[in-house]
């Protein structure tokens, strides 16, 4: 059973929206932290947001800072990237991740803080 599934991912048009939704199956493991990547054709994967979920503290990239926020529901393991004003240079695989034993570090992600992650969720945005 794949532990963290995304969703919502389309194409859209330059200054349109888009929610993302990370489920995450249940079971026993405590995670701490929820983060949000993506991955753009000949590019390094790229950390975007993340949630500490015994906090509630986020952080959020400069690229992205304003116009994409992370939220979710403990209860529920469900996340979400709400993103909005898309560019072009938006286009990536989306992929959401939890990591265990720590909250999100400020000022970036860290690939390797996280345990667990998605297939990742196609991104378009045409101009």
């Known amino acids: 059973q794949v532990p963290l599934v995304e969703s919502g991912g389309s194409l859209v048009q330059s200054g349109e929206s888009l929610n993302l939704t990370c489920t995450v199956s249940?079971?026993?493991?405590?995670?701490?932290?929820i983060g949000w990547f993506r991955q753009a054709p000949g590019r390094a994967r790229e950390g975007v947001s993340c949630?500490?979920?015994?906090?509630?503290?986020?952080y959020t990239a400069d690229s992205v800072k304003g116009r994409f926020t992370i939220s979710g529901d403990n209860a529920k393991n469900t996340w979400v990237l709400q993103m909005n004003s898309l560019q072009p240079e938006g286009t990536a695989v989306y992929l959401c991740?939890?990591?265990?034993?720590?909250?999100?570090?400020?000022?970036?992600?860290?690939?390797?803080?996280?345990?667990?992650w998605g297939q990742g969720t196609q991104v378009t945005v045409s101009t």
């Open positions: 991740a939890r990591g265990f034993g720590r909250w999100c570090r400020s000022g970036y992600l860290v690939d390797g803080d996280y345990g667990d």
């Open positions: 249940p079971d026993t493991l405590n995670y701490h932290s």
């Open positions: 949630l500490s979920l015994g906090t509630g503290s986020t």
